[in-house]
């Protein structure tokens, strides 16, 4: 077979049309190389120093600290910490801040690597789907006992949430859309008044909490995907609430955790 003989490079046109000559020209700057999408990483993230006049113990103020940092997100999967970072933003040693993270690892919301600092562990698609079937079964049923005790007090209370996440998504304050819509499921949880019920939603949520947050980071600045099928759910569970109607609450909990806007933070783990 005749092969086709290759021009030399000094012949080939330039952009012009005419053949350029490497004596006159200078040689091209080579190609940047390709750059791979990255997932979204954590801006550095800060914890406002603890209340020195709490007459909480600090060791139990670093946990809790710790704990309101990952629930609102300030943490992503695989986010590694040290206790020298954390002693200086919190403004104490490291004795409770190694206590907490303890108590933190043994909950599941921190892994402790052989020779390396802890780090907020990176879960499976599998583990995610786990979790999630999990927290639809526990908080319908929180969201049912909840509809009984609800007060007009609690009830404004998640409407003035509410409407502060929606400001926060209109605005792409994700943080504070995250940090809200903790605050507004807690609410319900909380006036369900089941202790054991109420400990076991909150480890799932220290589970999941990074993920959603690496999620809707990937989606910052697309409000149709952050808010996609979302419909008005919360509206909805505020609804059932008003009328104390149990069966509804339980329903539109579960179907403001598996809607197609809500799985979407989930990654592609959703059911």
Do not use: C
């Amino acid at each position: 077979m005749k092969q086709v003989p290759t021009p030399r490079a000094d012949a080939l046109p330039g952009p012009s049309g005419a053949a350029t000559d490497p004596a006159a020209a200078p040689a091209a700057a080579p190609a940047p190389p390709l750059r791979r999408r990255k997932r979204p990483t954590p801006a550095a993230y800060t914890l406002a120093p603890l209340t020195s006049d709490s007459p909480d113990t600090t060791q139990n103020l670093a946990y809790l600290a710790l704990k309101k940092a990952i629930l609102g997100g300030k943490f992503y999967p695989g986010t590694p910490v040290t206790l020298a970072k954390l002693s200086e933003m919190l403004g104490t040693s490291d004795m409770p801040i190694r206590e907490a993270l303890k108590r933190l690892t043994a909950e599941g919301a921190f892994e402790a690597l052989p020779n390396r600092s802890p780090r907020i562990p990176v879960l499976s698609k599998a583990v995610v789907r786990q979790i999630l079937e999990l927290r639809v079964e526990l908080e319908s049923m929180a969201a049912a006992q909840a509809a009984e005790n609800m007060t007009k007090r609690h009830i404004d209370q998640l409407q003035s949430l509410d409407t502060a996440m929606q400001q926060a998504l209109r605005t792409g304050d994700l943080s504070a859309y995250v940090t809200l819509n903790m605050e507004f499921h807690f609410l319900i949880y909380r006036v369900a008044d089941n202790e054991p019920l109420l400990a076991l939603i909150e480890a799932l949520w220290l589970r999941m909490a990074p993920v959603v947050a690496v999620n809707l980071a990937a989606m910052a600045g697309n409000h149709e995907l952050t808010s996609a099928g979302s419909g008005d759910h919360h509206g909805r569970i505020i609804k059932a609430f008003q009328q104390h109607d149990a069966a509804a609450a339980r329903a539109e909990i579960r179907a403001d955790l598996t809607h197609p806007g809500a799985l979407s933070r989930y990654g592609d783990a959703g059911p």
